[in-house]
């Protein structure tokens, strides 16, 4: 009772507050008759620019927060990650889990992005010009800028970045290529500026406006940037791999390292009592878990599934877990509510993780296994370190048994609730590493593994699974795409938002353009990262 009158109470405000929602200005307007001086006074004018950026990568404690949080992930890479499913019959079984996309809520990802992140990184980049003592401030911006966009381009393809905040008629979209490109040169930029700040031994001034669990130090920040190096620099290794290596053994090199315990994870605090994703599944029964995680961590037996999920309350499925398919045609609500709801993972915190050691250790694993120098370890002692950190994060024991089991294999599907659903198993992939087996079967177990540990973040599987095609999910049920997009090569991105074709309309068909070999702007076509065919 106390679970369902903190998520009520939470409800009620979060559809206040999205009812009621201001302007983004009237949001981020300092309070009234604050002279410059008070403004500039401990850094005020420039703290004030940090929090907005960095919750705006994941929304939950921002203005109509919920709406925002389930039309940016819940709707988009929750879904189509595999994680979870939705019980609602939105639109008359008619919406994006039926790859029927909705322009109406694929807006929201870029809408948010640019109304606080990059809106605020444009006035950081103003105010702290040529001030020395102001660079941390514009270095952690910088990171966080790089956070959230990538994740904006992942979902898009090319984005407005290099040029942001110009007044040019038609705005102009930068290359997918590119804007990773000015990625990297950012982290430089930010690495470089902290570096300097450590060894000048200057205090470290962010202090407050650093709403991570970071709470400013300098190092730590480096870390998560050295990290999220690896990570961008694995992104593109099919399509640009000289640049995806030298970048990974940049990141790696760095004197101060990488994320590498649970401790040092990036970790945004949230100013909610609860977790987004905790509302919309225990509080408006709006999800539930996937189908495909389901068969892959029951078939492993995995001992995180007690964190991730409740079990179900389906009649003669007591003690059990089971998930749901995406796209299927749903006649009553009522049928799927038995199915589990989201666990203890969105209920003991309403943090927002962004990432994790766990996910560093796959990446370097990888890494490892391309033959890249400086991962620090082999391929394998990696991804058993990888499992060992997920485990450690989530408080459990019994890592060393699961990982040497090499029998255990996701199961077939089966919907209690309409057997027309049912599917058989995908995937055999095993747990326990074989140094005898194939790349790709290495590199299968690899990203199965990551997949498990990023839950419940779901914008770097859903990108994992479209560069690699792991973990072998199960296609969408109901395609209703009209030919846009294909079941068996699922959906790739989201169309750009019709906000964007309204008021930038030549900067847009440009920006098509640049999807390549005259690819149209469906959900169908593939990323400039996303190479089909083999991964090695």
């Known amino acids: 009772m106390k679970r369902y009158n903190k998520i009520m109470i939470t409800i009620c405000t979060s559809l206040f507050i999205w009812g009621c929602t201001s302007d983004f200005e009237e949001v981020n307007t300092n309070p009234e008759g604050f002279s410059n001086e008070q403004l500039t006074q401990d850094f005020n004018h420039v703290k004030e620019l940090l929090p907005p950026m960095l919750y705006s990568i994941y929304p939950f404690s921002l203005t109509s927060s919920l709406g925002s949080y389930q039309l940016q992930g819940s709707l988009i890479a929750d879904v189509y990650s595999g994680y979870m499913g939705i019980p609602t019959p939105y639109r008359g079984n008619n919406n ?106 200057q205090p470290e001034i962010v202090g407050s406006a650093d709403v991570s669990k970071y709470a400013g130090s300098y190092r730590a920040w480096i870390k998560f940037a050295n990290s999220l190096r690896l990570r961008l620099a694995m992104r593109i290794v099919n399509a640009d791999g000289d640049k995806a290596r030298s970048e990974a053994e ?90 589990s709801l989201i666990g203890d993972v969105v209920e003991d915190t309403h943090d927002a993780l962004l990432m ?80 005898s087996a194939e790349p790709e079967v290495k590199l299968e177990k690899i990203i199965t593994q990551k997949w498990i540990a990023c839950f419940p973040e779901s914008n770097e599987p859903w990108a994992e699974f479209r560069r690699t095609g792991y973990p072998k999910l199960f296609p969408v049920a109901e395609n209703k795409s009209r030919g846009e997009i294909s079941t068996k090569e699922f959906i790739r991105r989201i169309n750009f938002p019709i906000t964007e074709k309204n008021g930038n309309p030549q900067g847009v068909a440009d920006a098509v353009k640049l999807l390549g070999g005259g690819r149209p702007d469906t959900g169908g076509t593939r990323l400039w990262w996303d190479v089909p065919g083999s991964n090695f």
């Open 96 to 201: 994006n889990t039926h790859y029927s996309l909705v322009d109406g809520w694929n807006q929201e990802p870029w809408t948010i992005a640019y109304g606080f992140n990059m809106s605020n990184f444009l006035k950081l980049e103003e105010r702290s010009e040529d001030n020395v003592t102001l660079a941390p401030f514009l270095a952690l911006g910088r990171i966080a800028r790089v956070e959230a966009m990538h994740r904006v381009s992942d979902i898009y393809g090319p984005i407005i970045f290099s040029r942001y905040g110009s007044s040019d008629t038609a705005t102009p979209f930068d290359s997918q290529k590119d804007v990773y490109y000015q990625f990297f040169a950012e982290l430089d930029l930010a690495v470089n500026d902290l570096t300097k700040a450590i060894n000048s031994e």
């Open 250 to 339: 940049t990141a790696m090199a760095n004197e101060f390292g990488v994320i590498e315990s649970p401790s040092e994870n990036f970790i945004v605090t949230n100013t909610a009592s609860v977790h987004p994703v905790e509302i919309l599944s225990s509080g408006t029964n709006d999800v539930r878990m996937g189908a495909s995680i389901e068969s892959i961590m029951v078939g492993y037996k995995d001992p995180r599934l007690s964190r991730y999920f409740d079990f179900s309350t389906f009649p003669g499925l007591e003690d059990t877990y089971k998930g749901m398919r995406s796209g299927i045609n749903i006649d009553d609500k009522n049928d799927y509510l038995p199915f």
């Open 356 to 435: 994790t050691a766990a996910e560093v250790y796959f990446l370097r694993a990888e890494g490892a296994l391309r033959g890249w120098a400086g991962m620090g370890g082999t391929a394998q002692f990696l991804y058993e370190t990888g499992i060992r950190s997920s485990f450690e994060q989530h408080g459990l024991a019994g890592a060393e048994e699961y990982i040497a089991d090499e029998s255990s294999k996701p199961i077939n599907y089966i919907d209690p609730a309409n057997k027309g659903y049912n599917i058989e198993a995908v995937s055999t992939a095993t747990i326990k590493w074989d140094e």
